[in-house]
Every structure is written in C-alpha cells, then in structure tokens.
T-cell receptor, first 119, second 122 residues
Framework: AQKITQTQPGMFVQEKEAVTLDCTYDTSDPSYGLFWYKQPSSGEMIFLIY??????QNATEGRYSLNFQKARKSANLVISASQLGDSAMYFCAMREGIKGSSNTGKLIFGQGTTLQVKP | GAVVSQHPSWVICKSGTSVKIECRSL??????MFWYRQFPKQSLMLMAT?????????EQGVEKDKFLINHASLTLSTLTVTSAHPEDSSFYICSARDNNLFLGDLGNEKLFFGSGTQLSVL
C-alpha cells in the first residue's frame, strides 16, 4: 500500500501568490515524522520543513508552512509569496517509528509534485 | 552545516562494465547511509540501508548481487552497479544520518543528501 501519496503531478502558481501542495500518508505507528523536500533540476534534495506526529502546532519555516491534519492524515505544504526560484519538484516524505525500536531512520517518499511559478 | 559529498556527479559507461559511486560524510560520522534510485520526474525509491561494519539491508525487489554496497568506514559508503545494463541508467542519490543532530525528537536524526549521480549505460 502506498504510504505517502501526492496526488498533484504538476501545479502552476502565479508569482507572489500562495500555493498548497497536497500530501496524505498512511501509518499505524503513533510516532512518525513528516518531511518536505525541494528538488530543483540540478537534482539536489533541499530540506524544507519537518512535522513530528506529536507536535501540537503546525511547523513553519520562513515562507513554508505545513498544514498538519492528523485525523485526516494529511500534511500539506503551503508556500506563501511564490518566487520564480520556487519552481522545482517537491517531495513529501515520512519516517516511521521515531520513538520505537523499529526506527530504521529511512525516509519513504511520495511521488512528487512539479511546481512551476509563472512570472 | 553537515555536508555529504557524492562522486561522481555523472558517469557514462558501456554495457557490462561495473560502476562505483561514493558517498562521503565530510564533517560528521554516519553509521547509517541510505541509497535511493530515481527515474526522471519520479519518486526516490529506497534501494538499501547501508550500515557501517555490517551488511546492507536491501529493500524488497532490489538485487543485492547487482547493487553492491560497502560501508567500510564511518564516513564512506559505496554503491557498485555490477555488470551495468541500459535499464540501470538512472539517478542515484545517497543520504547520511547524523547521529548527533536531531529534528525535534531523540531518535529522529537529521538526514543529509548527496548531490546525486546520473548514470547512463550505453
């Protein structure tokens, strides 16, 4: 079963507007972490933001915020005031078993969403 | 901040040859590294977990004899694609776990990614 699902293969946004990239996940582990990464055409993976399953507040990092809805198992990324340099592929990822002995440390990635920012 | 160096950035080889890709943690010790494979515009698929001083743990469907992983030191893991064929052409990327840096919780160590290797097999 797919553990991380990103249903938007591609998205367009106008420069300076906000955009939401969707991510839903599936796990029975009570202790997990959710990550968002940006991958520009150069291929490097750039860490954007992290949300722990026990965190009470939604994570924010500059123009990035994570809309964490635990009951719905969704962890959408919101990018405010989009810039041309935000054009890239974005991946949602999950790590399970953070507080348990089953913690392997590995990240499982979603399919990715390609974001294009229009001038 | 922590840096992971991956080398080479790109390699072109003939079918049947073997290719070695290196992943180095430059300023921290990484007992665990991960190897991913990525086709164009697709997700990163975990191939294996590389453990320093022990055998790698491969994900289901990944041929361990095809993709040899060696993690001989705390700062270096290598992935060797043996007898490469055109279908092995892909982007390979490693990540290393820094045991001393955490995201929020203990047990949630920070991961740092290499810049990736584009392999093209002719």
């Amino acid at each position: 079963a797919q553990k991380i699902t990103q249903t938007q293969p591609g998205m367009f946004v106008q420069e300076k507007e906000a955009v939401t990239l969707d991510c839903t996940y599936d796990t029975s582990d009570p202790s997990y972490g959710l990550f968002w990464y940006k991958q520009p055409s150069s291929g490097e993976m750039i860490f954007l933001i992290y949300q722990g399953s026990y965190d009470q507040q939604n994570a924010t990092e500059g123009r990035y915020s994570l809309n964490f809805q635990k009951a719905r198992k969704s962890a959408n990324l919101v990018i405010s005031a989009s810039q041309l340099g935000d054009s890239a592929m974005y991946f949602c990822a999950m790590r399970e078993g953070i507080k348990g002995s089953s913690n392997t440390g590995k990240l499982i990635f979603g399919q990715g969403t390609t974001l294009q920012v229009k001038p | 901040g922590a840096v992971v160096s991956q080398h080479p950035s790109w390699v072109i080889c003939k079918s049947g040859t073997s290719v070695k890709i290196e992943c180095r943690s430059l300023d921290f010790q990484a007992t665990t590294m991960f190897w991913y494979r990525q086709f164009p515009k697709q997700s990163l698929m975990l191939m294996a977990t590389s453990n320093e001083g022990s055998k790698a743990t491969y994900e289901q469907g990944v041929e361990k004899d095809k993709f040899l992983i060696n993690h001989a030191s705390l700062t270096l893991s290598t992935l060797t694609v043996t007898s490469a064929h055109p279908e092995d052409s892909s982007f390979y990327i490693c990540s290393a776990r820094d045991n001393n840096l955490f995201l929020g919780d203990l047990g949630n160590e920070k991961l740092f990614f290499g810049s990736g290797t584009q392999l093209s097999v002719l």
